[in-house]
Nanobody, 112 residues
């Protein structure tokens, strides 16, 4: 049974940086195409970025070069910079091919 544990969120100032981590247990992580998602109150969950098992990244249009997704062993990362208030949301990780049960997510709040 695959489980996701997200961490690294917190309160940051506009323009700041944050590095999110997602630790994956169970399953065969190295064979999954993985993604970061975010969900803000009153809005639909959206995909922020994804990366294939071979390391090829894909980003949402709003990222505009500010984020970098990567994976290493059992951990998925999202390095974020130039954060603005629109990034305020709970961030989750999951696989792209058939979603698994969501983890608890990690809260990112961008505020001055």
């Amino acid at each position: 049974q695959v489980q996701f544990v997200e961490s690294g969120g917190g309160l940051v100032q506009p323009g700041g940086s944050l590095r999110l981590s997602c630790t994956v247990s169970g399953g065969i992580f190295r064979l999954y195409e993985m993604g970061w998602y975010r969900h803000a109150p009153g809005k639909e969950r959206e995909r922020v970025a994804s990366v294939t098992f071979g390391g090829t990244p894909t980003y949402g249009d709003f990222v505009k070069g500010r984020f970098t997704i990567s994976r290493e062993r059992n951990t998925l990362y999202l390095q974020m910079s130039a954060l603005n208030s629109e990034e305020t949301a709970v961030y989750y990780c999951n696989r792209l091919s058939n979603l698994l049960p969501w983890g608890q997510g990690t809260q990112v709040t961008v505020s001055s």
